[in-house]
């Protein structure tokens, strides 16, 4: 680098000292004459060096594309709303040139009853609680323990199931809420009946796949499973 600079400061005094032998003075040539001479120093300059010429290349290229964009992007600006990709076009949001009013919400929020009155369907020890992998209640009871639904509804379902829950029966207490009693000893109920939280629905048994005498209880709400731990009374 230190070489390349020496030898462009003595190709300048090379440059001056040929001027000053002609007793020429920038003062008194023409406008015309002081480009031509930069031009020539110029060209000189990038004949000679290789990454002056290879600079001199990227900057051309650089000022065409400007000159071809540029009104290129003026066009597409200009017809922004009309461009189309797919057979959609394509929706540009414009900036809003006044305030975005504000609307003021003065509705009262008020706490609402549940319309459930929840009960436990038999008195006994919690087994095994709600979990990912276990998505009920087991309520431990003596065996032919009479169980009676949590709360009032409608029977949707009654019978015996092959998927280890046993003879099972299912209420639709209405508002998307749903609870299921399953490994029942004896069914009391079948589909279609309104019951209450006083109607034996069936009692604790041994049915399915168990390991002693329980009720696996299920809530579910609009399909979703929910803890009856949060629901049901202590």
Do not use: C, W
């Not at 040929?18 to 020429?24: C, I, N, T, Y």
């Not at 394509?90 to 319309?115: F, R």
């Not at 399909?223 to 009374?233: C, K, M, S």
Request: overall charge positive; charged content about 25%.
């Amino acid at each position: 680098m230190r070489r390349q600079l020496r030898k462009f400061v003595r190709n300048l005094k090379k440059i001056r000292r040929s001027l000053e032998a002609k007793s020429l003075r920038l003062e008194e040539l023409g406008v015309r004459e002081v480009l031509k001479l930069g031009l020539k120093l110029a060209h000189t300059q990038i004949k000679i060096r290789p990454r002056a010429r290879l600079a001199s290349k990227f900057i051309i290229v650089a000022i065409l594309l400007l000159a071809v964009l540029g009104p290129a992007a003026s066009y597409l600006e200009a017809r922004r709303a009309d461009i189309e990709i797919g057979g959609h076009k394509i929706l540009v949001a414009q900036p809003l040139d006044k305030e975005v009013e504000t609307i003021d919400i003065d509705q009262e929020i008020s706490a609402q009853k549940s319309p459930f009155e929840f009960y436990k369907p038999v008195l006994g020890n919690i087994s095994q609680g709600f979990s990912r992998y276990h998505r009920a209640m087991d309520i431990a009871a003596p065996y032919g323990t009479q169980v009676r639904p949590i709360g009032n509804g409608t029977v949707a379902f009654a019978g015996k199931v092959y998927d280890g829950h046993g003879n099972m029966v299912i209420i639709d207490h209405g508002n998307g809420l749903k609870s299921s009693y399953a490994h029942l000893g004896k069914i009391y109920v079948g589909a279609g009946n309104d019951i209450d939280a006083k109607t034996a629905i069936g009692t604790v048994g041994l049915t399915g796949r168990t390991t002693g005498a329980h009720v696996h209880m299920e809530i579910t709400d609009n399909d979703t499973y929910v803890d009856p731990a949060g629901i049901l009374p202590r």
